[in-house]
């Protein structure tokens, strides 16, 4: 059974980090993309950052560009999103996702992947 399970989120001042990560289950890990999105209150779910399979590509939302860092560890079965410098509008909720065949060039803005997690609450806030 697929899973996919985050944590790392919390409270934190603005400008302040947190290091959020996606535990993956049940599948080929290393076959599929994972993408970061998020959901604030009222709003939609919008597309934070991506990377791919094996060669490990990654992508940004413009909003998040040269603050926050995806990576991931294979051997983990685990994708990380490393955010620094957080503003209150970075406030949501973050969901990892998961999807074998995703397009690339759309992974940080397609919703249709397969797999989704439960998500965790970033707040930031003074």
């Known amino acids: 059974q697929l899973q996919l399970v985050e944590s790392g989120g919390g409270l934190v001042q603005p400008g302040g980090s947190l290091r959020l990560s996606c535990a993956a289950s049940g599948f080929t890990f290393d076959a599929y993309a994972i993408g970061w999105f998020r959901q604030a209150p009222g709003k939609e779910r919008e597309g934070v950052s991506c990377?791919?399979?094996?060669?490990?590509?990654?992508n940004y939302a413009d909003s998040v560009k040269g603050r926050f860092t995806i990576s991931r560890d294979n051997a983990k079965n685990t994708v990380y999103l490393q955010m620094n410098s957080l503003k209150p509008e970075d406030t949501a909720v973050y969901y990892c996702?998961?999807?074998?065949?995703?397009?690339?060039?759309?992974?940080?803005?397609?919703?249709?992947?397969?797999?989704w997690g439960q998500g965790t609450q970033v707040t930031v806030s003074s």
């Open positions: 990377i791919s399979g094996r060669a490990g590509r990654t």
């Open positions: 996702a998961a999807d074998p065949s995703i397009l690339f060039r759309l992974c940080v803005v397609s919703k249709t992947y397969d797999y």
